[in-house]
């Protein structure tokens, strides 16, 4: 018969259900793990089959009793940890969101919203395309393993136990926030000034021939220079991407050697 005493138990704890804690705090947040397609059996299965692969190869833990206070705060420190990685490259992705929002409203299109599940809110048609057309150019990219793999790395980087929280990580992660504005802008520049072009060149003919009407004239013709410029610029989108998201993996690394406070 096996016997394990309470230390052995609060060892057993410490070593498997602290590491699970910052995994299932990633992947609630993480791109593509948090959609509302994939239910939560199966968040908590890639959670499970996850922490039972890396965690044997983990630096030692310290000893801690999970059930006092300084083993309820590690805990909590870990959800934290691992909702802030994942929640790092969420807002990266917001990115193509905020482009497909102005692209929409220099088209004329700013109307078009249906619900979206996953944000739980009015979207823009364009931003919603733009962001799936993301989402699978991160999948091609092998996205989902890269964020797996820089979870395995922060437990090397910032071991259980062995974090300190200071101002550092944080500012690091404010970084993100002049990304997402500034490469949703830079997304959406080329579409702004070929339909910035198309506004003059619509108020030239409207000059010109002012018994013409511009609003039956100029809501096609927006839109339809629009959905051109987009078919042909869809072939410059994944490179864009795929600069958008190596920053975002760059800033989330920075955060992931600030935690040790050091």
Known sequence: MITLTSAQ???????????????????????????????MRIRLTVGLVLVMAIAPALPAAPA?????????????????????IGLAMRIVMAAFDIAGEIIG???????????D???SAQTAVLGELLGLLATLVFLA????LLMIDVLVRSFEIAPIGGVH?????????????????????LIALPMIAALLITNIALAV???AAPQL???????????TVGLLLLIVSLEAFAPAVQHVLDRGFDITAQFIRALPGI
């Open 9 to 39: 138990i609060d060892a057993l704890l410490v070593s498997w259900f602290f590491p699970l804690a910052r995994i299932l705090g990633m992947v609630s947040t993480a791109p593509v793990f948090n959609s509302r397609a994939v239910p």
């Open 117 to 119: 599940p996953d944000t």
């Open 64 to 84: 801690i009793q999970p059930g006092t206070w300084q083993g309820i705060a590690l805990f909590v420190q870990q959800i934290v940890i691992g909702l802030s």
């Open 105 to 115: 409203l220099q088209m004329g299109l700013s109307f078009a919203t249906f619900f």
């Open 141 to 144: 990219l092998n996205g989902h």
């Open 205 to 207: 003919l409207t000059r």
């Open 165 to 185: 929280f200071t101002t550092k990580p944080w500012a690091a992660l404010l970084q993100l926030s002049t990304l997402v504005f500034a490469s949703g802008l």
């Open 213 to 223: 009407n511009i609003f039956a004239v100029g809501f096609p013709v927006t839109s």
